[in-house]
């Protein structure tokens, strides 16, 4: 393949992407439940504005020639601190949740190193269901990652993290919901251990951030798990879940700016003058942070609790369907519309097929047990009861046919 001689007109190449798109999961069908977060029509036409409009902007220029990118990020990260327990936390926009992770995890590094001069072979310890993120951060930083086990209830063992610190911690790590069951790791005994032995706690709540404050503001019983806890150092909350931003658009926050100091990059020594960046990147786009401004301002409290409701009641009649078909049971107690099943008496991937040959999208997430995994967003709300029905049949031909799974996991649905 070479690069064309001549150009192509615009309409030439807006006909050819949407022909490339024809295979495409259509996710806007209500039939996809990973790797996207949709609402609607006007959803999409209120990113694609915004961001449209910053499309040449660069985050790099934030405090020179783009001052209105500071504006938006600094807005931006006062609303999360507010929903997260701190007003007064700093932060910045970042281009996913694996970048936030590893910003909170270099704060962390930093650290340490500061408080232990003589620091080698640093550690952390992360529940197995962390997101891998968290081994990319170790390999980065060169950190050894221990891993502890969970609980039958789906949430890291306590015992086990605790003994697994040694002089050589720089970090714990809890999820608030983990990923692949939806349930909150016990943050509160989280945030204790980590104030007791004077380590930082960096709280994953990229699935949840956008989420759990609007659940408690309807009344759900959601424990603590944000900067109301005193242990938490650092947040990693993904605008692009729950805050149906734009892929790829996340905050990393900090409890305090001298955290927020520790994890920037800042080198004097260049010959073309300092270069200093808050996050991993270097040129930032300021069209996420545009997007992501415009997408918190056009819900508002309303439109999330709004959608916070209609999720949580979908989720709800789903999670009671699936434990009225014979053989299937939800993992754990899920804290919000975020949650795996699996089945006794069945291959679960096999129904997972089954379903796909219907025209489902699900993730088979590769766990133990073996399970299906679903995102709810408020395009799935109008399909429950026909993903329903068609989950009984499916799992009815598997388990009367004795069929087996003959693909393997689309594992890193996240």
């Known amino acids: 393949m070479q690069l064309p001689r001549s150009g192509m007109s615009r309409q030439d190449i807006m006909a050819r992407l949407k022909r490339e798109m ?4 259509p996710w806007d ?13 006007d959803h999409i036409e209120v990113l694609r504005d915004a961001h449209s409009l910053y499309i040449q902007t660069n985050g790099l220029g934030a405090g020179t020639m783009f001052p209105s990118i500071a504006r938006l990020e600094a807005d931006v990260i006062g609303i999360a601190g507010e929903l997260l327990g701190l007003p007064t936390a700093v932060g910045n926009i970042t ?20 408080e232990k001069p003589g620091l080698t072979a640093p550690e952390m310890v992360v529940p197995v ?11 980065v930083f060169g950190i050894k990652e221990i891993r502890v086990p969970l609980t039958k209830d789906y949430v890291v063992d306590m015992k086990a993290m605790a003994a697994a610190i040694t002089d050589r911690t720089v970090a714990l790590v809890g999820s608030a919901p983990n990923y692949p069951f939806g349930t909150i790791d016990p943050m509160k005994e989280l945030s204790d251990l980590a104030l007791a032995r004077k380590i930082h706690l960096h709280a994953d709540c990229a699935v949840g951030a956008f989420a759990l404050p609007f659940l408690r503001r309807l009344g759900e019983p959601i424990p603590p798990f944000d900067f109301s806890l005193p242990g938490v150092s650092t947040i990693s909350a993904d605008i692009h879940k729950y805050g149906f931003g734009e892929r790829g658009s996340s905050l990393i926050l900090y409890r305090d700016a001298a955290m927020q100091e520790r994890a920037k990059f800042i080198l004097d020594a260049w010959s073309a003058g300092p270069y200093r960046t808050p996050t991993m990147a270097g040129s930032r786009p300021g069209a996420v942070v545009a997007s992501a401004w415009a997408i918190l301002h056009h819900f508002g409290e309303e439109g999330y609790l ?22 299937l049971r939800v993992l754990g107690k899920p804290a919000m519309y975020v949650f795996g099943f699996t089945s006794e008496d069945s291959d679960i991937w096999a129904i997972g097929e089954a379903m796909a040959e219907r025209g489902w999208h699900i993730h088979r ?35 009367e046919g004795g069929r087996d799974a003959r693909r393997g996991s689309n594992y890193g649905a996240h």
């Open 22 to 25: 024809a295979e495409d999961a």
């Open 29 to 41: 069908k209500g039939k996809t439940f990973f790797l996207v977060y949709g609402v609607d029509d």
């Open 95 to 114: 281009s996913g949740g694996t970048e936030s992770i590893l910003m909170g995890i270099r704060s962390a590094l930093e650290r340490a190193r500061a």
């Open 129 to 139: 269901s962390a997101h891998p993120a968290f081994q990319k951060a170790a390999q």
């Open 306 to 327: 709004r959608m916070t409701r209609a999720m949580l009641d979908a989720t709800r009649k789903l999670q009671a369907g699936i434990e009225r078909i014979p053989g």
């Open 365 to 399: 997430q590769a766990t133990e047990p073996r399970t299906l995994h679903l995102v709810i967003t408020p395009i799935h709300v109008p399909v429950v009861d026909d993903l329903l029905r068609d989950l009984a049949a499916a799992a009815k031909e598997v388990r």
